[in-house]
């Protein structure tokens, strides 16, 4: 029998069934709580306009929409490229990485134009700034609910009951808001 034609189809095989454990989702939800927290603080600014938070709250506002912005440039969701990976014959996995890879940088270039708007210097209007903030946290509350239920579609009947749980109870938060 040919080494290499088995090595192809032990490899993929092994990749393809492996058991996806709650603590493998961890650093996926906890990512998706540090953005929910976001979303609602930008909420919260948006639905206070035209009245502008004070400048020490609105300056730890901007660091942490930068730090969020920073993290999804500087890196993609481990979760994706190392468990839920079918490799590159899945169109499905191909397109929901893709797109959830897609989701994330525009929701880095949205609070990066959320940032901007509130410059000092830029002196934007209160309906700039309310769409600016609008857009951004809607687009990245469904980019984390798009992204859940893309763990569901490719893991499947990998996720043990305890993961699917804790991203069943993650996806309920988020449908809450």
């Not at 996926?28 to 600014?45: D, N, S, V």
């Not at 590159?88 to 949205?110: E, F, K, N, Q, S």
Request: charged content about 25%.
């Amino acid at each position: 029998m040919n080494d290499s034609r088995l090595e192809i189809r032990v490899v993929p095989f092994a990749r393809r069934w492996h058991v996806i454990h709650e603590i493998d989702l961890v650093g996926m939800i906890a990512e998706h709580r540090r953005r929910a927290a976001i979303c609602a603080w930008a909420e919260l600014i948006a639905d206070g306009l035209p009245n502008r938070p004070d400048d020490e709250g609105l300056a730890r506002f901007l660091v942490t929409l930068d730090d969020m912005a920073t993290r999804i440039e500087t890196g993609g969701p481990p979760l994706w490229d190392a468990t839920l990976r079918h490799g590159d014959r899945d169109p499905l996995g191909t397109i929901l990485r893709d797109h959830v890879r897609d989701r994330h940088m525009a929701d880095a270039a949205a609070a990066r134009e959320v940032i901007a708007a509130f410059d000092v210097e830029a002196d934007t209007a209160s309906e700039t700034l309310g769409y600016s903030l609008r857009g951004f946290f809607a687009a990245c509350r469904g980019g984390v609910e798009f992204e859940q239920l893309a763990v569901l579609a490719l893991a499947g009947h990998r996720l043990t009951p305890d993961a699917r749980a804790v991203l069943t109870d993650a996806l309920a938060q988020g449908f809450a808001h």
